[in-house]
């Protein structure tokens, strides 16, 4: 429940914050950019200490605490516009960034510690199944709240998602002693090795270079699409319910896609999974920009969903594959974190292409990222690991 709530959430929010700051507040294009990015630059920063010291009691009950942050954040949102205090807006963003960034990383490493290895793949399994109905669930919220009661007043269900959390980390927190036991197990393993020492001996790794390169080129396009795919999608005569149900389709194809990844990955070796992932999403960014149609834009956008759907659930398999468990929470922590550095510097690098050039030169910048990663991709998997 805890993945499910959190990204229930999020997902609301994702298809309307860009409209609710252009539109509501009547912010620029640049400024869209940073409420947007502020988000994922402060929970970048927050990853690292979460991967280093991560750990026992004090870290869960920190997630109760982490939970109602993020659940009152996206409630404050339309005092913001009240207030027209776009400052405001971007504290609450970066506070809930920094909340986002622990209830992530901590619900990754307790699905890990709490499933045994026997029912790894089956418990795994179970626990991506609820984040990918947390990614239906906000659009599918959205879309029928904002026609009801406005894109402002939508925020509101974004907190009502989070506060299912409260109860999960609360129930969670009182069933602490035997996730503290293996948590204390893998502490014990980690502490024998210097920190210095075990990022570089990650870095160095072949699997997790594969895992990161890919997965922050791709969230680099996630960046441009939350910050302005939204507008973009407006300037091309999408409704704001419409637009919503744009980011539906999307993570529905994310969904099918994860779901179905036991199937793909029995066919095609994981690495040259990836490096094909990420050809077709600089095809598919690049495609946006020259959609004769709204169907047309629509069957992309879901293209891209698919894509979505395969990245992530790849990257950890390589890094769960190849990094050794005294570093996994570590690698984790690191891997999370390239998808909020993506995620944190497309809106920022592409906000000036966006005002002088138009919105959908986005996503050409993102293509062409896209495509030098596919590169470095494909020369890394030339080379043996050492």
Same mark, same amino acid.
């Given at each position: 429940?805890?993945?499910?709530?959190?990204?229930?959430? @999020?997902?609301?929010?994702?298809?309307?914050?860009?409209?609710?700051?252009?539109?509501?507040?009547?912010?620029?294009?640049? %400024?869209?950019?940073? %409420?947007?990015?502020?988000?994922?630059?402060?929970?970048?920063?927050?990853?690292?200490?979460?991967?280093?010291?991560?750990? $026992?009691?004090?870290?869960?009950?920190?997630?109760?605490?982490?939970?109602?942050?993020?659940?009152?954040?996206?409630?404050?949102?339309?005092?913001?516009?009240?207030?027209?205090?776009?400052?405001?807006?971007?504290?609450?963003?970066?506070?809930?960034?920094?909340?986002?960034?622990?209830?992530?990383?901590?619900?990754?490493?307790?699905?890990?510690?709490? #499933?045994?290895?026997?029912?790894?793949?089956?418990?795994?399994?179970?626990?991506?199944?609820?984040?990918?109905?947390?990614?239906?669930?906000? /659009?599918?919220?959205?879309?029928?709240?904002? /026609?009801?009661?406005?894109?402002?007043?939508?925020?509101?269900?974004?907190?009502?998602?989070?506060?299912? $959390?409260?109860?999960?980390?609360?129930?969670?927190?009182?069933?602490?002693? +035997?996730?503290?036991?293996?948590?204390? #197990?893998?502490?014990?393993?980690?502490?024998?090795?210097?920190?210095?020492?075990?990022? @570089?001996?990650?870095?160095?790794?072949?699997?997790?270079?594969?895992?990161?390169?890919? #997965?922050?080129?791709?969230?680099?396009?996630?960046?441009?699409?939350?910050?302005?795919?939204?507008?973009?999608?407006?300037?091309?005569?999408?409704?704001?319910?419409? #637009?919503?149900?744009?980011?539906?389709?999307?993570?529905?194809?994310?969904?099918?896609?994860?779901?179905?990844?036991?199937?793909?990955?029995?066919?095609? @070796?994981?690495?040259?999974?990836?490096?094909?992932?990420?050809?077709?999403?600089?095809?598919? +960014?690049?495609?946006?920009?020259?959609?004769?149609?709204?169907? %047309?834009?629509?069957?992309?956008?879901?293209?891209?969903?698919?894509?979505?759907?395969?990245?992530?659930?790849?990257?950890?398999?390589?890094?769960?594959?190849?990094?050794?468990?005294?570093?996994?929470?570590?690698?984790? +922590?690191?891997?999370?974190?390239?998808?909020?550095?993506?995620?944190?510097?497309?809106?920022?690098?592409?906000?000036?292409?966006?005002?002088?050039?138009?919105?959908?030169?986005?996503?050409?910048?993102?293509?062409?990222?896209?495509?030098?990663?596919?590169?470095?991709?494909?020369?890394?998997?030339?080379?043996?690991? /050492?």
């Amino acid at each position: 429940m805890i993945g499910f709530s959190y990204i229930a959430s @999020s997902s609301v929010i994702a298809p309307i914050l860009s409209i609710h700051v252009k539109d509501n507040m009547k912010q620029p294009i640049e %400024v869209v950019g940073l %409420v947007i990015a502020i988000y994922f630059i402060v929970s970048t920063l927050t990853k690292i200490p979460l991967g280093v010291f991560a750990g $026992g009691k004090k870290t869960i009950s920190f997630l109760l605490f982490a939970f109602v942050i993020y659940s009152i954040c996206p409630a404050l949102y339309p005092l913001a516009a009240l207030t027209d205090s776009i400052l405001m807006l971007i504290f609450l963003r970066a506070l809930q960034g920094l909340a986002y960034a622990f209830i992530g990383t901590a619900s990754l490493i307790l699905a890990a510690l709490t #499933i045994s290895s026997v029912d790894r793949d089956r418990g795994m399994g179970t626990y991506t199944a609820s984040l990918s109905l947390g990614l239906l669930a906000g /659009p599918a919220i959205t879309t029928f709240s904002i /026609p009801l009661f406005g894109v402002s007043n939508t925020f509101y269900f974004a907190g009502l998602m989070g506060f299912i $959390g409260i109860f999960a980390a609360f129930f969670l927190n009182r069933k602490i002693s +035997s996730i503290e036991k293996n948590w204390q #197990i893998i502490d014990v393993a980690m502490n024998r090795e210097a920190l210095k020492s075990k990022i @570089s001996a990650i870095m160095r790794n072949k699997g997790f270079g594969n895992a990161f390169i890919g #997965i922050f080129a791709f969230f680099t396009l996630f960046g441009v699409i939350l910050a302005y795919a939204p507008l973009y999608a407006k300037s091309l005569s999408f409704g704001d319910e419409y #637009i919503s149900m744009l980011f539906l389709v999307y993570f529905i194809a994310t969904t099918v896609t994860r779901l179905s990844i036991g199937r793909i990955i029995g066919r095609i @070796s994981k690495s040259t999974l990836m490096i094909l992932s990420i050809v077709f999403a600089a095809s598919f +960014s690049f495609a946006l920009t020259i959609s004769p149609d709204n169907l %047309v834009f629509a069957g992309i956008f879901a293209s891209i969903g698919a894509i979505h759907g395969v990245l992530f659930p790849i990257g950890s398999m390589l890094i769960a594959e190849h990094i050794q468990p005294s570093r996994n929470i570590l690698a984790n +922590s690191l891997y999370m974190m390239g998808i909020d550095i993506g995620q944190g510097i497309a809106p920022l690098i592409t906000a000036g292409v966006a005002v002088q050039l138009g919105l959908k030169y986005s996503f050409i910048v993102s293509a062409v990222i896209l495509v030098a990663a596919a590169l470095m991709l494909v020369w890394l998997n030339m080379h043996k690991q /050492p």
